[in-house]
Antibody
Framework: EVQLLDSGGGLVQPGGSLRLSCAAS????????MSWVRQAPGKGLEWVSG????????FYADSVKGRFTISRDNSKNTLYLQMNSLRAEDTAVYYC??????????WGQGTLVTVSS | QSALTQPASVSGSPGQSITISCTGT?????????VSWYQQHPGKAPKLMIY???KRPSGDSNRFSGSKSGNTASLTISGLQAEDEADYYC??????????FGGGTKLTVL
């Protein structure tokens, strides 16, 4: 059974940093691209970033380019999102998802990031 | 990259069919066969319903179908059931090597 377990969310001040993690199981993690997708409270879905299966190729939405960094450790079956220079508008539930730019067939349960002073 | 355009809400009675549209541009929906649709119940993670315009994940209900004409993709749900009441989102690959979602459509089963 495919499982994606998101973690690392919390309350952070504007300008601060946070690192999200997503532990994957039930599939050959190193064979698949992965993504982060976020959803602000009461709003729709927004794709944030994607990474190829080897980690050598990364993609970002304009809204986070230069502030967020996606990475993966295939030896640990784990996906990461390093978020720097956080803003109030980054407040959202962040989901990791299997797949990058085509479709996402499995999703984590989400982790809430709140940016507030 | 602007969000794809979806109607804010649609409704239908049990047993009926409804269609949700998703309009983009030639740089996303119209340019690639990489449109997917997601169902999201309140407080839950999204669930993939349709990928590559019209393909269904294995084991999923055949009451859900997808299509595309020009810059507009559509999701049709036939034989509406109470459990279909949810938010639905489309997404598409873009020429900027990104992914864009629609604004979402709330489906109400009357």
């Amino acid at each position: 059974e495919v499982q994606l377990l998101d973690s690392g969310g919390g309350l952070v001040q504007p300008g601060g940093s946070l690192r999200l993690s997503c532990a994957a199981s039930g599939f050959t993690f190193a064979s698949y691209a992965m993504s982060w997708v976020r959803q602000a409270p009461g709003k729709g879905l927004e794709w944030v970033s994607g990474i190829g299966n080897s980690g050598s190729t990364t993609f970002y939405a304009d809204s986070v380019k230069g502030r967020f960094t996606i990475s993966r450790d295939n030896s640990k079956n784990t996906l990461y999102l390093q978020m720097n220079s956080l803003r109030a508008e980054d407040t959202a539930v962040y989901y990791c998802a299997k797949g990058a730019l085509q479709f996402h067939d499995y999703w984590g349960q989400g982790t809430l990031v709140t940016v507030s002073s | 990259q602007s969000a794809l355009t979806q109607p804010a809400s649609v409704s239908g009675s049990p047993g009926q069919s409804i269609t949700i549209s998703c309009t983009g541009t030639s740089s996303d929906v119209g340019g690639y066969n990489y449109v997917s649709w997601y169902q999201q119940h309140p407080g839950k993670a999204p669930k993939l319903m349709i990928y590559d315009v019209s393909k269904r994940p294995s084991g999923d209900s055949n009451r859900f179908s997808g299509s595309k004409s020009g810059n507009t993709a559509s999701l049709t749900i036939s034989g509406l059931q109470a459990e279909d009441e949810a938010d639905y989102y489309c997404s598409s690959y873009t020429s900027s090597t990104t992914l864009v979602f629609g604004g979402g459509t709330k489906l109400t089963v009357l």
